[in-house]
């Protein structure tokens, strides 16, 4: 479990396994993750107890941690040999995780009979082998969409929603036009971290634009499909499009901004629907596809389940894991975050009493292609930082789009050396 | 009251030698000054006796005991410091009985230990006063008050009047004497200032540069002080001290022949420091037996019972003394006369007596 | 000075002083308000709905005050929790360190012995790296003490950052206290713990005062290490349960100011009882300088 | 009695000569009062820190499970870097900055509240005054950018006040991001020096003003010629700590503004915290971490020698 740490290590280890009385319990698992710190109402506390229940030989140890730092006590606890061991993840950081060993491939547990799911139910993007393997299953799945003020809209002068790129660019033009205030959409690529700002607002167009970044897990960024959308980019900042002080903008400024009906259009996953009805019931509000410039394919985003290489309980991970993934507790999953199950098997159930947004993001995305490349990159983090950093100077008018693709190209072949 | 020892004391700072290897026999009940220049050692030594100093040679011995290894509250002294050095957080009344606290005295005999001594001290409307209510003065007696109250076998006082304007001086000086009188104790005080060390004290010790320069009574250093460097310290005005040629029939005092009869020894065209106090040079009408010159009147200071008059002898100035009603003129010639009786003649070299 | 003029001085003098003092209060008053201004941004934060804080034009107080992010906080156990322990490892931090890190200062400032300068050395340095980069093989050392997941690793992994500024502090207000004091107190009887105990710690009152303040704050506010150190939600500390509340979509603004501002009341109040004990004059009348 | 040429009475300078009282008892009495300290640090600390200079030495420590020994090339690879170097700068900048804005405004708001007014009035302005210090980095942070937004409210109330015509991007101009760090990390700091300064100004004793106001000195005259000589220690100290503390402040600035826009507030801890935990390369963090010891070290080296010069 510790092998790569130096004596003094190993015995810390070994005698905080012998310290921890619960781990004298064969059957305890400590799950750690972010979701019961995003639903406060204690939906995973009961949903852990009623586990339990079910299983009387396994208790689970919820170990909540703020979402900016489950990355790194991952990575902590693994160099401690303290991991825990179900890990809530995210698809970004697959392959980073790979390289340190903490996670453990699933092929196995996935091709076992009494599974109570079918593997080809689940949604497929966290699916995907990496180094011939599989590591993570899907809880739920956030597809991006784009959120619009239909009030702005119409004041603007419109009656619907862009489905373009062009109609885009007017309409938030348009909008940016009205004053006090408001503008027709907003670029959150401040560098206070987690600094991600264009994997939520950059890739969802550029997927719309029938573009990639990743060729394998090779960066492939200096392509001609992502310099257009990056001029795209530059001709929305251009037109006043965006909203000003992209540099410093993060991403929970831009959703508040637009809750607060000063944004006309929001490039974000579906889940913040219901954030955006819940604390702001007058806005005219509704949600489409993320305008399209010739492909229908969308960014997917969800709350993964992984089980670390390092647990002395694997199969009781596997138990709970399994427990998750099963349609009927996926669904209550789903439904508690206003997702999309992670098991499709659920999504009747879901769709059963969803409410409107959700049917509207089910009825858009129902024959659209599904895009994760983060996951493929081997420095994810680092990269979108870069990446970020790089798209801050381009609007500032520093560099063209194309001096902007090609700096991020070598900066991020420069980082995977 | 006990004797103190002091045999061969060494002090070193790192490589610097501070004291020299100081020998001091105090008898019981002695009053004892240790006076000098400042970085003579005095402070030194007395902080070695009181424990707040390492000893780095030779021993130090109260009573029968030999304290080098004692702690300060284990060598039965107390110790009045030149800042006071009152705890500022308690009352003057907390201040002296902190001492007899720590040695868990009981309660009651503190009380009455305190009370006695302010009372002594003039200090029991003040008890109660933290030492920002108190002047300079009231200051100083409670720290007198601190050290008393332990009926120590040995009072160390180190520069405790330097503090004080000269009249408040003057008045503490003579309260400690009557101290002394009525206590008896064993006591080392030390002072730069020789008429502290003249009024107050049974034997004087006269330090300079970490040794000892000569000790005795007041009046035997004051009257047979041993070197040039003693003699020049004691006494105030401080005695004339003048670079002489030594002729066959005396001194030459810069243009003025001098007749005297020197000690034996000294020859014609020898060097020799001649030593004499100013009560020693009066007019001649005054001093009938004495050596009479004239010399210019430079300068007079009317002190009231006495003038003192600076004459000028060649390159040298000489002080004398007349009686405060003689009529004296600035700038005059005036003939006066020396008491060779009590001349000194020292080594011009090593500063030692020739006597 | 004439008869008349006696007067006139005397009422030019209460005048002046007077105007000094409004000016004093005039000038205390703007810095005051410059300074505390965020704090006010802040609780005005925490009583508006999360979209009033984000439309335009800014204001200060909405119409209606919003209660909502108090009423959470107030009502869920978990907040009592993260706030019962911050202030037991506060404090429990500050007790240590002010005991520890004075005898600590007294040695440096009361002795000169082999070695000082590098045990100065050692407890500065123990400071200089960042202590992100010492995260992880130091919780390695508290896996090892068996103390992680607890209140004590807390407590003792803020007493290493906390230790050396109240060493160094404390040295500071020490060398400030003429050692006249601890001649005299030796002389009395006293032993040198008796001496920093009764004689120079009365003196020291305000340094105390600030050293126990800044080792306060430290734990009070420090994150990174609280987060690694425990897991469970028992163990955890006001600032992990506010970063608990900056989720991966969407920050509960109103809660996390409501917790900010409750949390840091009775921080507020405890300083303004201890700041009492920061005056002048402890040492005056001490010695004579 | 005469009195003519006596010498007015000074104090004693014999003094001068011995370098410090000792409580002269048994000779281990200092390493007593340290021991409880020192073993505390030595026991949590010496193994993180040597593990922190053995990491420096690896490549792909903590990531790889039999990490290979490279001796100085991590060394090589960060002093070759040029974003180390302008991190260095933009530490320089930040640290010195912060600790000039914390000791102007904390010393002079300590002298302002130590003024004599109404004690009730002088705890509350006390107590106002330590509030930028008692809330947590992310919260501070956080309440900054919404102030500092280009549609916050100091924009709000410059436009109002017509100083602008655009909303100015605090924090995401390149050219105002370390300006605005700059006074951010100046309201947060500035409370540790006032209460330390403030408790620094209760030891000078009132003597020493009523002599320099006999004197004749003015407010300036008597803060240069008494209050500051006398307060060097504990200035000294506070100004050494502050120093240390701000150079490697981490959590305000990568709250704040995660060293950017691009890397313009990217300072050395900062550096360091990207290296360790965006790009997982724990090797060169600590190598960088190395790097901060070393010069934090010679700095204190320069400031306890002249310590001992000063006692």
């Known amino acids: 479990m510790t092998r790569h740490l130096p004596a003094w290590a190993l015995a810390a280890a070994t005698s905080a396994a012998a310290l921890m009385p619960a781990s004298l319990h064969a059957a305890e698992i400590e799950w750690l993750q972010w979701f019961a710190a995003e639903n406060t109402g204690g939906f995973y506390e009961e949903l852990v107890a009623d586990f339990e229940a079910q299983h009387p030989d396994i208790t689970v140890k919820l170990v909540t941690q703020p979402f900016g730092k489950v990355r790194e006590s991952i990575v902590t606890d693994n160099a401690i040999g303290v991991g825990s061991d179900v890990l809530g993840l995210n698809m970004p950081w697959t392959t980073e995780f790979l390289e340190i060993g903490i996670l453990e491939p699933l092929d196995d547990y996935l091709a076992r009979d009494d599974n109570s799911f079918e593997t080809d139910q689940l949604v497929e993007a966290p699916l995907g082998k990496i180094d011939g393997k599989t590591w993570m299953v899907p809880l739920n799945a956030f597809p991006f969409v784009m959120h619009v003020n239909m009030g702005l809209v119409e004041q603007a002068g419109f009656d619907a929603p862009p489905s373009s790129w062009d109609a885009l660019a007017e309409q938030a033009a348009a909008i940016s036009a009205l004053g006090d205030g408001t503008s027709g959409l907003g670029m959150p690529f401040s560098s206070q971290p987690p600094s991600n700002g264009p994997i939520l607002t950059f890739l969802p167009l550029l997927y719309a634009n029938g573009g990639r970044i990743m060729d394998g897990t090779t960066p492939d960024f200096d392509n001609p499909k992502v310099v257009e959308t990056l001029e795209f980019l530059q001709q929305l900042e251009q037109s006043g499009a965006l909203a000003p002080g992209a540099a410093s903008r993060t991403g929970g400024v831009d959703l508040e901004e637009f809750i607060a009906g000063r944004t006309g259009f929001l490039i974000s996953p579906g889940v913040h629907s219901s954030s955006i009805t819940s604390r702001n019931p007058e806005l005219d509000y509704t949600l489409v596809r993320v305008p399209s410039n010739g492909a229908e394919a969308y960014r997917v985003h969800g709350w993964e389940i992984g089980i670390s290489a390092d647990s002395d309980n694997k199969e009781a991970a596997w138990t709970f894991v399994d427990y998750l993934l099963s349609p009927e507790v996926n669904a209550r999953v789903a439904k508690a975050s206003n997702a999309l199950p992670g098991n499709l098997a659920a999504l009747d159930t879901v769709r059963a009493d969803a409410d409107a947004t959700l049917v509207k993001q089910m009825d858009i995305l129902s024959g659209d292609t599904p895009v994760e490349e983060m996951r493929q990159s081997p420095k994810a983090a680092a990269s979108w930082s870069l990446m970020t950093e790089e798209l801050q100077s381009m609007l500032r008018g520093d560099q063209t789009p194309a001096e902007a693709a090609s700096a991020v190209q070598a900066r991020w072949m420069d980082l995977i050396q | 009251m006990s004797r103190i020892e002091i045999s061969n004391l060494v002090k070193m700072y790192g490589s610097h030698k501070a004291l020299h290897g100081i020998d001091i026999s105090i008898q019981p009940g002695e009053f004892c000054v240790l006076v000098g220049p400042s970085g003579c050692g005095k402070s030194t030594t007395l902080r070695m006796v009181a424990g707040l100093e390492t000893i780095s040679g030779g021993e130090i011995a109260i009573g029968d005991r030999v304290v080098n290894g004692l702690r300060p509250k284990e060598r039965g002294i107390a110790m009045v410091f030149q800042n006071y050095a009152l705890y500022p957080a308690k009352t003057v009344r907390g201040n002296m009985a902190f001492s007899l606290k720590l040695s868990k005295m009981p309660k009651a005999e503190i009380d009455r230990r305190v009370n006695e001594v302010a009372e002594i001290l003039e200090l029991t409307p003040l008890l109660d006063r933290k030492p920002a209510a108190l002047s300079g003065g009231q200051r100083q007696r409670v720290a007198m008050g601190r050290a008393i109250v332990r009926d120590p076998e040995v009072f160390l006082f180190d520069e405790p009047l330097s503090n004080l304007d000269a009249k408040l001086r003057g008045q503490m000086r003579a309260e400690i004497k009557r101290l002394h009188q009525r206590l008896e104790n064993t006591i080392i005080y030390v002072t730069h200032d020789q008429v502290e060390a003249m009024t107050l004290a049974d034997r004087i010790v006269i330090m300079r540069d970490g040794r000892i320069e000569q000790q005795g009574t007041p009046d035997a250093v004051f009257h047979d002080p041993d070197t040039v460097f003693v003699a020049g310290f004691m006494g105030s005005p401080p005695m004339n001290l003048v670079d002489c040629m030594v002729t066959p029939g005396g001194l030459r005092l810069g243009g003025t022949e001098l007749a005297c009869t020197l000690p034996e020894g000294l020859r014609a065209g020898d060097r020799v420091t001649f030593g004499i106090r100013p009560d020693d040079i009066r007019p001649a009408a005054d001093l009938p037996g004495g050596v009479p010159v004239t010399l210019p009147v430079d300068l007079i200071e009317q002190l009231g019972t006495e003038k003192l008059v600076h004459f000028r002898a060649g390159p040298h100035e000489l002080i004398g003394k007349t009686g405060g009603r003689v009529d004296l003129a600035e700038g005059t010639e005036q003939r006066l006369a020396f008491d060779m009786a009590h001349a000194f003649f020292f080594d011009a070299e090593t500063g030692q007596r020739i006597r | 000075m004439t008869d008349a003029a006696a007067p006139r001085h005397v009422v030019d003098e209460e005048r002046q002083r007077r105007w000094r003092q409004a000016a004093i209060y005039a000038a205390l008053a703007l810095v005051t308000f410059v300074m505390v201004f965020p704090v006010l941004w802040m609780i005005s934060v925490s009583l508006k709905p999360t979209t009033e804080t984000f439309s335009l034009p800014p204001r200060l107080l909405p119409d209606d005050l919003h209660w909502g992010g108090y009423a959470k906080v107030l009502t869920d156990p978990k907040f009592r929790t993260f706030l019962l322990n911050s202030y037991l490892v506060g404090l429990a931090v500050t007790g240590l360190s002010l005991v520890i890190g004075t005898l600590a200062a007294f040695g440096f400032s009361r002795y000169r012995f082999f070695g000082d300068r590098v045990a100065k050395l050692f407890v500065i340095t123990t400071q200089m790296v960042p202590t992100i980069t010492l995260l992880i093989p130091y919780f390695g050392v508290i896996v090892f003490l068996g103390l992680y997941d607890t209140l004590w690793g807390l407590v003792l992994t803020y007493l290493t950052f906390s230790l050396p500024y109240a060493i160094i502090m404390m040295n500071g207000y020490l060398d400030t206290i003429p050692k006249d004091f601890d001649e005299a107190a030796t002389i009395d009887g006293c032993t040198p713990l008796g001496v920093l105990v009764r004689v120079l710690l009365p003196v020291a009152l305000p340094g105390i005062i600030s050293t126990a303040v800044y080792t306060f704050l430290l734990a009070w506010n420090e994150f990174l290490f609280a987060l690694a150190l425990t897991r469970s939600m028992d163990m955890r500390t006001v600032p992990v349960g506010i970063s608990m509340m900056v989720g991966e979509f969407g920050l509960k603004w109103d809660e996390m100011m409501a917790f900010s501002v409750i949390g840091s009341l009775p921080v507020l109040i405890l300083f303004m009882l201890v700041q009492r004990f920061v005056v002048s004059g402890l040492a005056a009348g001490g010695v004579k300088g | ?311």
């Open chain 4, 1 to 311: 009695m005469p009195t003519a040429p006596v010498p007015t009475p000074t104090p004693d300078k014999e003094d001068a000569v011995t370098p410090s009282f000792r409580l002269p008892t048994a000779a281990g009495t200092p390493y007593l009062f340290l021991l409880p300290g020192l073993v505390i640090l030595g026991a949590l600390l010496s193994v993180p820190l040597y593990k922190v200079v053995e990491y420096s030495l690896y490549d792909n420590v903590i990531v790889e499970r039999n990490p290979t020994f490279v001796g100085l090339d991590n060394y090589r690879d960060i002093l070759g870097d040029p974003g180390y170097w302008s991190a260095g700068f933009n530490t320089i900048v930040f640290t010195v900055g912060s600790v000039i804005g914390h000791m102007i405004v904390g010393i002079g708001l300590a002298l302002l509240v130590n003024a004599d007014i109404h004690p009730r009035a002088r705890t509350f302005f006390r107590s106002m005054l330590v509030l930028p210090w008692i809330f947590t980095a992310v919260v501070v942070a956080l309440n900054w950018q919404l102030l500092l937004n280009p549609f916050g409210l100091l924009n709000y109330v410059l436009d109002w006040l017509g100083l602008i015509t655009e909303p100015l991007d605090w924090l995401g101009n390149p050219d105002l991001a370390m300006w605005s760090l700059l006074v951010i990390s100046t309201w947060r700091g500035y409370p540790f020096i006032m209460v330390s300064f403030l408790s620094g100004l209760q030891t000078v004793p009132k003597e020493l003003y009523e002599a320099a106001e006999i004197d004749g000195a003015g407010f300036w005259h008597k803060f240069w010629h008494v209050t500051l000589p006398q307060l060097k220690p504990v200035i000294f100290g506070v100004a050494l700590l502050d120093l240390i503390w701000t150079f490697q402040l981490f959590p305000l600035v990568w709250l704040t503004t995660g060293g950017g826009p691009g890397r313009a507030t990217e300072v050395l801890s900062t550096l360091t915290f990207r290296l360790a935990f965006v790009d997982f390369e724990f090797a060169r963090a600590a190598t960088v971490a190395v790097s901060i010891l070393i010069i934090s070290a010679a700095f204190t080296v320069l400031y306890l020698r002249n310590e001992a010069r000063r006692l």
